[in-house]
């Protein structure tokens, strides 16, 4: 006895559904770890373990970004190359599946109640204008200008924009509370913000128009080997169209773009005929058709035949509004580019190791990877004190904390940079700034107070006592801010002035 449509949907579990949500899930549980332990160590002040980032070192637009700085014959082995050739297997799958930023659109997708109503409103202009092709301006301004400066590509990468989120929203708020750190984290978390807010309006708008990261792999995607395949059961109802987040199905339900489909199962579980299904096939980028035909009856056209996969022009066509657009963005960013690389009043405390400050700036991304893992939690990212170029960069505040380059912290900073911004340094050779005392504030000096804390706390005995006034040696002093975390009076009496 046949089935009504209602009992075949209820005969099929949507099992690929769900194993899609727990991988979603399980990625964004794995990137997120490293965060978490911080989040322990700081609320339970237990010792728990300093781990680098698992996201990061996958980025294949991190590494086309750098490919100026970058030795050739690394490349060949490095973990982005590897994302790469799976992409050209199963197309745009870490887009669907791992990609942290999608799991998070997806699940607030549901909080968007008004696109529910696909047939009116912004839904309804959603589904009938094609995907943006902004993306490829963005990728290529973000490549090209890896060879002058990749600090762009930080604000753009989606990966670094959730790195950089998940930081200030652990790292940041377990800190000495303080009131400009409000704002900072407003200016560092509002790219995430806007991410979001561009979900709330439309179903994955970043995803789709203006993410680099997608337009890479959409490049590579285009002739993946996994397939949508729909079979002759399609009585071209439209309903897989018009569930597609990613607008991957233009024109007809045969009609697929492997430059936006993220194999994100919706389509499959839409159809009330279950004749969508995913597997591997020919070269996405080719038209492969077998045995169709098209029959007209009472029910309306229907596709007949063993299975149909076509694939649109890949080509990319842009539209005058798109061109200028283009050139639009691009004369823009002349224009701000001067009010970006203006010299700020006064210079910041680096971390150890770190580059030149004019090479430091066009190589940081400000994916604050070495606040996170600070064991004095002495890093903070800057707000405007270096300039708009420097917003997100790090900075060492010593009253916070310290620099403890010694063997309870081997160089950790240096060694979970993924851009070689921060060098490695030897202690021996550490030269960060120079402390000078305030002998208006020091006990020793206006009170003449017998209080040697900084003394005490120096490592390389830079600060010495001298007829019980404290005074500093320039040529030993390494300006790890040690003596200034310690200090007793209120703002501390002793400040690290960096070179």
Known sequence: ?????????????????????????????????????????????????????????????????????????????????LLIALTAVFGRFFCGWICPIGSILDAIRPLAFWQHHTGRGLARGFRARPNSQARYFLLAGVVIGGIFSIQALGWLDPLVVFHRTASALTTNYFSVQQAPLHAMLSVISLVFVAIVVLELWQPRYWCRNLCPLGALLSLVSRFSLLNRKV??????????????????????????????????????????????????????????????????NSGGARLMGRYTKTSPATGLRLSRREALSGVAVGLAGLAVSPLVGVAPQSKVLRPPGALPEEQFLKTCIACQECIRVCPTHGLRPVLLEAGLAGIGTPRLV?????????????????????????????????KLGLAEVDRGLCLAWDQGVKCLVCVEACLVQAAVSYQGRVTVDPQRCTGCGRCESGCPVAGSAIHVRPF
């Not at 294949?60 to 490349?75: D, K, T």
């Not at 159809?271 to 995913?278: E, K, S």
């Open 1 to 81: 006895m046949a089935q009504t449509q209602p009992e075949a949907r209820r005969a099929r579990f949507p099992f690929d559904k769900i194993a899609r949500r727990l991988v979603q899930f399980g990625f964004l549980a794995l990137f997120l770890y490293p965060f978490i332990a911080v989040i322990i160590k700081r609320t339970t002040f237990q010792p728990s373990p300093t781990l680098t980032s698992w996201l990061l070192p996958f980025d294949p637009l991190l590494l086309f970004g750098q490919l100026a700085s970058r030795n050739w014959a690394a490349l060949v082995l490095g973990a982005p190359l």
């Open 398 to 430: 010593p009253r916070q904390g310290g620099c403890s380059l010694n063997p309870s912290c081997p160089d950790l900073c240096a060694q979970v940079c993924p851009v070689d911004a921060l060098l490695p340094v030897q202690p021996i050779d550490l």
């Open 231 to 296: 079979s002759t059961a399609c009585t071209l109802c439209g309903d897989c169209r018009r569930i597609c987040p990613m607008n991957a199905i233009p024109k007809e339900a045969h009609d697929t773009s492997y430059a936006d489909c993220t194999l994100c199962l919706e389509c499959e579980a839409a159809c009330p005929n279950h004749g969508i299904q995913f597997g591997l096939g020919g070269l996405a980028g080719k038209q492969w058709q077998r045995g169709q035909r098209v029959i007209l």
